[in-house]
């Protein structure tokens, strides 16, 4: 059965928390919009379309409490710099309360329009996967990071559903294992036939002829089309450049920067080096090493077949 991220109960916003799974399926019940912010930026809730969709409701929960709109708009936003969808939805929330309309039909609204371009993206991208195909993704694009049916793991799902017997490569996804502990999680409970990988796997199996296709997700796109996305996702864009592979991105348009971001103004995301250095508070490397945790990646248009929209497929 599909699985869904969160819930607005009205009063509160309920949240499966992702830094529990796949062992326990812990629920959060936030009711102080603050709380929000502290979940999105420890990354109980994650994933680009997600956060925008919970940071909406945080708008929703931090001006019903009285509190300044202008106040609760910049904790919201300065949680993850990365993801667009967060500040898309926050422009999106922030100008509605300016016009005196219903904030919370708006966040609604931002969540049912993620859901059906999601939905959309499925049937749109599943027509680019060849039947019996096998499939490499990174990190998770599915129902947990998103509205619902997910991205890059939506087109997945559509491809299953429309009975094309595809197998699919979840890459382990280091440090936060996005793909390991998530999207495996997510195919298990539907029986879509998967493998988990270690991140540095993938390349030899190109090179042994094991993978068709590569579908990833997005957090940012640019106007001249390069990708922030997941690290190592650029190395996995290599790889296939090098191997022949096609290369898919899946992404709302809620996701293109409409700003003139470019590829070196992108602000990566650096996380704590202790993300790197323990796995559930178990050390995996000598104390006193540094470690750099970049949480993000560009890859660049030419390394990139087609990214796949709601409106449509756009072909690089
Ligand atoms: O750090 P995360 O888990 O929020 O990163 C998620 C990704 O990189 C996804 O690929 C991206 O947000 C698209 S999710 C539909």
């Given at each position: ?186 195919l298990l409970r539907e029986n879509i036939p998967h493998s988990i990988i270690t991140d540095s796997t993938a390349g030899f199996l190109m090179k042994r002829g094991m ?106």
């Amino acid at each position: 059965m599909e699985v869904k991220a969160f819930y607005w109960k009205g009063d509160a916003l309920e949240l499966l928390d992702q830094r529990e799974l796949p062992e326990k399926e812990v629920w959060l019940r936030l009711k102080d919009y603050r709380e929000v912010a502290q979940a999105i930026r420890d990354m109980a809730v994650r994933g680009a379309p997600a956060i925008g969709c919970v940071a909406a409701y945080g708008f929703v929960l931090g001006v019903r409490s009285g509190e300044d709109p202008e106040k609760v708009y910049e904790t919201l936003k300065n949680t993850r710099p990365t993801a667009y969808n967060l500040f898309w939805a926050l422009d999106r929330m922030k100008k509605v309360f300016e016009e005196g309309k219903d904030i919370e039909a708006e966040a609604r609204a931002i969540e049912e329009e993620d859901y059906q371009a999601n939905k959309r993206m499925g049937e749109i991208g599943q027509s680019l996967i060849p039947h019996g195909a096998r499939v490499l993704t990174h990190c998770n694009t599915g129902a947990l990071a998103t509205a619902g049916w997910g991205t890059a793991l939506g087109v997945i799902r559509s491809a299953h559903y429309a009975g094309k017997n595809i197998f699919v490569w979840v890459d382990e996804t280091r440090p936060y294992l996005q793909g390991s502990r998530l999207t495996a999680w997510e195919l298990l409970r539907e029986n879509i036939p998967h493998s988990i990988i270690t991140d540095s796997t993938a390349g030899f199996l190109m090179k042994r002829g094991m993978v068709d296709c590569v579908i990833v997700g997005a957090d940012r796109i640019t106007k001249d089309y390069y990708v922030a996305n997941k690290i190592g996702t650029y190395a996995l864009s290599v790889l296939a450049k090098a191997h022949g592979i096609p290369f898919y991105v899946v992404a709302p348009k809620s996701t293109f920067d409409r700003g003139y971001t470019t590829e070196d103004s992108i602000v990566i995301e650096e996380r704590s080096e202790r993300e790197v250095k323990f796995i559930k508070g178990i050390p995996v490397a000598p104390e006193n090493s540094p470690a750099l945790h970049l949480a993000f990646d560009i890859t660049p248009p030419e390394n990139i077949t087609a990214i796949i929209t709601e409106e449509g497929i756009i072909k690089l």
